[in-house]
C-alpha cells in the first residue's frame, strides 16, 4: 500500500493520475497547502522542500518526493509507462525533465500572477503568458510527429497533462494547437485519469483571501523554512 | 458475567482489552460473525441489533454497546480507573473515546463495509439489509488517514491520548489502528508521536485480549 501525501493541483494530479493508472492501492493523506500542513516540522522528513505531492511506499519503506522522482518509481515499480529500452526511455525522460523544469515551473509563475498576486504585475504576467504559449507551441509541433510526447502514452504525457488542464484560466486557448488539442483530448477521455483529477475536488475552497491563507502560501523565506527545520531537531 | 463476542472483531476486543486491564477474567460465548450467528433467534434475544459485544450480568440483565459496557465496569471494579480520576479527566477521556468513535471507527466501518465482498448486503450492521456504495468507502479511507494525522497531532508531548494515564480512548484508538491494518491504513510515515504510541500500548499484556 503507498501513502500519497496530496492536495488537490496540478503537481498533486500527476501521482494520483499515476497511481490509478497503474491501478495501485493507495491511502491519501491531505496536505492542505492553505493550512501550511507541507510546513508542519514532521513533513519535512517526508518532503524536505514542503512540497507535496510525496509518497511513502509501505512496501519497501521508499519515502518519495518530487512529482517526476514519483512518477518514475511507479513506473518502474508497475513495468508501466517507461519503456526500459535505452532510446525510448530517454524519449520519456527528457519530456519528463522538460515539463519539470519548463511547463511546470512556468504555468506555476504564471497561475500565482494571474490567480494570487495582490497586485497586478504586468511584466511578470507577460512573461509567464509568453513561455506558457511558446512551451504549450513545443509541445503542439512535438505532437505533429507523434501521438504522444515520447510516442506512446508515457509518465511525460502524466506530468504534463495537469499543467495543460487549466489552459482558459492561464488565459490561453487551445485553438491555435491543433496536435495539442488532440491530444489533450485523448488523455481526458482516459478513465484512470479521471478519476485521478476528481480526487479531492470537494475539499477545494477556491483562491485564497484572506491574508492569513496567502502568507502561508506565499510569504515563505529560509527563515521560516530553518524554523521548521529546527522544530524537528527538537 | 458472560461476555459475547467475537475474538476477530474489533468492538469486542475493546471489551476485552477493558477487562484485561481491569485484571477481569470474562466467560465468553464466542458469536462466529462470519458464519452469521448474529442473525440467529437465540442471539437475538439477547441483543435485537445482533451485533456484539454484550456482556451479561449473573442476574441475566443485557448490556451492549462497547461505551455502555466499558463504563458499567468502571463503575462496578473502579480499579485501575480507566476513565480518568478527576472530573476533568473524565470529561478529557469522554471527549477523546468519542472523537476516536465517530471519527475514527465510524470512518473505518463505512471504509471496510462498503468494500469487503462479503458484505455486499451488510453495508450497514444489524439485522436490516443496506447495500454498499463504494463512494463511502472511499471517503472513509481519507477520512480514517486524516484521523490518524489529528491523532498524532494529539499525542505531541503526551503519553496517552487523553493525557498522563492510559484510558478507555487509548484502548479504542489501540483497535482502530489495528483495523485500519485491514484494509491497509497503516501509520503514516511522519505521524512519529502516533507511533511512538502504537508500539508502547500494543507491548502491554491488554493488547493481546
Request: aromatic residues 10%.
Amino acid at each position: 500500500m503507498i501513502d500519497l501525501y496530496y492536495w488537490p493541483t496540478p503537481n498533486g494530479h500527476k501521482i494520483s493520475i499515476m497511481l490509478e493508472e497503474c491501478e495501485l492501492e493507495y491511502n491519501v493523506i491531505p496536505v492542505d497547502i492553505g493550512a501550511g500542513d507541507q510546513f508542519k516540522p514532521k513533513f519535512l522528513r517526508i518532503s524536505p522542500n514542503n512540497r507535496m505531492p510525496a509518497i511513502v511506499d509501505n512496501e519497501t519503506g521508499e519515502s518519495i518526493f518530487e512529482g517526476g522522482a514519483i512518477l518514475i518509481y511507479l513506473a518502474e515499480k508497475c513495468g508501466r509507462f517507461l519503456p526500459t529500452e535505452q532510446h525510448n526511455r530517454m524519449q520519456v525522460l527528457q519530456w519528463l525533465f522538460w515539463q519539470a523544469g519548463g511547463l511546470g515551473p512556468m504555468a506555476g509563475q504564471l497561475s500565482h500572477f494571474v490567480n494570487y498576486a495582490r497586485e497586478p504585475v504586468p511584466y511578470a504576467q507577460d512573461r509567464y503568458a509568453n513561455e506558457y504559449d511558446r512551451l504549450l507551441a513545443v509541445m503542439d509541433i512535438r505532437l505533429r510527429d507523434c501521438e504522444f510526447l515520447a510516442g506512446e502514452y508515457s509518465i511525460a504525457d502524466i506530468a504534463s497533462f495537469p499543467w495543460v488542464v487549466p489552459y482558459r484560466r492561464l488565459g490561453n486557448d487551445l485553438d491555435k494547437f491543433e496536435n495539442l488539442r488532440r491530444w489533450f483530448d485523448a488523455i481526458k477521455e482516459r478513465p484512470a485519469v479521471r478519476t485521478g483529477v476528481d480526487l479531492g475536488k470537494a475539499w477545494k475552497t477556491g483562491v485564497p483571501k484572506s491574508d492569513e491563507v496567502h502568507a502561508t502560501m506565499f510569504n515563505q523565506n529560509s527563515e521560516t523554512v530553518m524554523q521548521a527545520a529546527e522544530a524537528l531537531e527538537d | 458475567m458472560k461476555l459475547y463476542d467475537c475474538s476477530t472483531a474489533p468492538s469486542p476486543r475493546r471489551v476485552r482489552i477493558f477487562a484485561a486491564e481491569k485484571g477481569l477474567e470474562l466467560d465468553k460465548v464466542e458469536i462466529d460473525l462470519s458464519k452469521g450467528e448474529q442473525f440467529s433467534d437465540s442471539f437475538r434475544q439477547i441483543n435485537a441489533d445482533c451485533v456484539v459485544p454484550v456482556l451479561e450480568l449473573d442476574d441475566g440483565t443485557c448490556i451492549n454497546e462497547v461505551s455502555a459496557i466499558c463504563q458499567y465496569l468502571e463503575k462496578a471494579f473502579p480499579e485501575p480507573a480507566l476513565y480518568g480520576s478527576t472530573a476533568v479527566e473524565l470529561a478529557t477521556v469522554v471527549m477523546w473515546d468519542s472523537k476516536i468513535e465517530q471519527q475514527g471507527l465510524a470512518a473505518m466501518r463505512d471504509a471496510f463495509r462498503n468494500s469487503v465482498k462479503g458484505l455486499k448486503a451488510h453495508a450497514l450492521t444489524g439485522p436490516v439489509s443496506y447495500e454498499q456504495i463504494p463512494e463511502l468507502a472511499e471517503r472513509g479511507r481519507t477520512a480514517v488517514s486524516v484521523f490518524l494525522q489529528r491523532l498524532d497531532e494529539q499525542l505531541e508531548g503526551k503519553e496517552f491520548v487523553a493525557g498522563d494515564s492510559f484510558s478507555i480512548a487509548d484502548i479504542s484508538a489501540l483497535v482502530l489502528v489495528d483495523f485500519a491494518a485491514w484494509i491497509k491504513i497503516t501509520i503514516p510515515a511522519d505521524a512519529t508521536d502516533l507511533k511512538r504510541w502504537y508500539d508502547a500500548v500494543s507491548s502491554r499484556p491488554s493488547a493481546a485480549a
